[in-house]
């Protein structure tokens, strides 16, 4: 594969285009610019695996900071990421010296994302789905294009070549240090206790509190996601509409003891969403009817279900956001480097692309020097 610090680095990057893109206005879900695809286009010349890796990560990253992992939403976002990423990464080796450029290979992998989105989405909200599907690769194409535009002329690609591993490894080790717990300070505490295990008294007792430190930190977690994966598996088979509504605000309950803001509109557009794709599947007694379009009893019922069941697994997915990656592994190291641009961005002024522009500077080691002597003289 290539090297570590970059696959990391990169999907930081997707992660912040992300976590900029939503400043930007959002109404229906899935109708999004997809400026993280920005960062797929830049890293079309990574070696395969370490491409479809990069792919992975970007859903997974992007699934776990918003909260929704343990959602039918991150299949969603895992299968359209990697297979347009795919589909993107065949044009490039085939093609991209023949005929198709960057706006070429953009557009594809944009449409295919588009279709791959509505196609899951109808397996579970209906048929009706299918009708967004036009309006959606028309989206698209625009989409597509811009994040051509903004990979050619935004000067990321330019940074890239330039890429300093040396300076990010240790701004992001400085990070590390800046941090409020300290995770190897807790190994070397339960290395000291094993070495003085059978010692003495003292060496047996601290052996004892060694395990059981780490029974504390890590056998919680992964009780708590298979709680949540059973939980939001089980909500799929409710159809009573009372019951359901009892889940929602007891996942909304739980997201707020897990110290997570609850916000509405995403639920709202969620909502928005499913009754418009139900007007397409008229089924039952008519309730009311505007020209052709007909809103039947049953498919507002079955609306109501699937929005409550959707909205209840997605606050339930929020509890999960605590559950995160060790810093050791390559996904806890793009949330390591993600942290550092995401702090740049926000703390930066000026337009997205210049706040964005900031965040990129890979040299990070001066930038979290001068936080912590501000924290020191503070």
Avoid at 79 to 98: E, G, H, N, R
Avoid at 106 to 116: N, P, Q, W, Y
Avoid at 198 to 204: H, I, K, R, S, T
Avoid at 231 to 238: H, M, R, V
């Amino acid at each position: 594969m290539q090297s570590r610090n970059k696959l990391a680095y990169l999907c930081a990057l997707t992660l912040l285009f992300s976590y900029a893109e939503m400043i930007l206005p959002r109404i229906i879900p899935f109708f999004r610019l997809g400026l993280a695809n920005t960062v797929i286009l830049l890293a079309l010349e990574l070696d395969p695996l370490s491409f479809i890796l990069l792919s992975i990560l970007k859903a997974t990253a992007a699934s776990l900071t918003a909260g929704t992992l343990f959602s039918p939403f991150y299949i969603i976002s895992l299968l359209q990421s990697l297979l347009s990423a795919l589909l993107m990464k065949v044009l490039y080796k085939v093609f991209s010296k023949i005929a198709v450029s960057i706006y070429g290979i953009s557009l594809a992998g944009s449409e295919l994302s588009a279709f791959i989105q509505i196609f899951l989405a109808a397996m579970y909200l209906g048929k009706g789905t299918y009708s967004l599907l036009g309006p959606m690769l028309i989206f698209n194409i625009l989409s597509g294009l811009l994040t051509a535009f903004f990979c050619e002329k935004s000067g990321i690609k330019e940074s890239l070549k330039n890429f300093d591993e040396i300076s990010f490894q240790s701004a992001a080790a400085e990070e590390k240090g800046a941090a409020d717990f300290d995770a190897s300070a807790e190994d070397k505490a339960a290395a000291n206790f094993d070495a003085g295990a059978g010692n003495n008294e003292a060496g047996e007792e601290s052996e004892d509190k060694a395990p059981a430190k780490k029974v504390k930190v890590k056998v919680p977690k992964i009780l708590a996601a298979i709680f949540i994966i059973m939980l939001s598996i089980s909500l799929f088979f409710i159809k009573n509409l009372i019951v359901l509504a009892a889940a929602l605000l007891l996942s909304f309950t739980a997201q707020k003891l897990s110290k997570r803001k609850i916000y509405i509109l995403p639920h709202l557009s969620l909502w928005l969403f499913i009754f418009f794709s139900i007007l397409f599947i008229p089924n039952g007694k008519v309730i009311f009817k505007i020209w052709n379009i007909s809103l039947t009893q049953d498919a507002l019922i079955m609306g109501i279900q699937k929005a409550l069941t959707l909205s209840s697994v997605s606050a339930l997915s929020q509890c999960a956001v605590s559950l995160k990656p060790g810093k050791e592994t390559l996904l806890g190291q793009s949330l390591g480097y993600y942290k550092i641009m995401n702090d740049r961005f926000r703390t930066s002024k000026g337009s997205i692309i210049q706040r964005i522009k900031y965040s990129l500077c890979l040299n990070l080691f001066e930038h979290i020097q001068e936080n912590q002597n501000d924290k020191e003289s503070l």
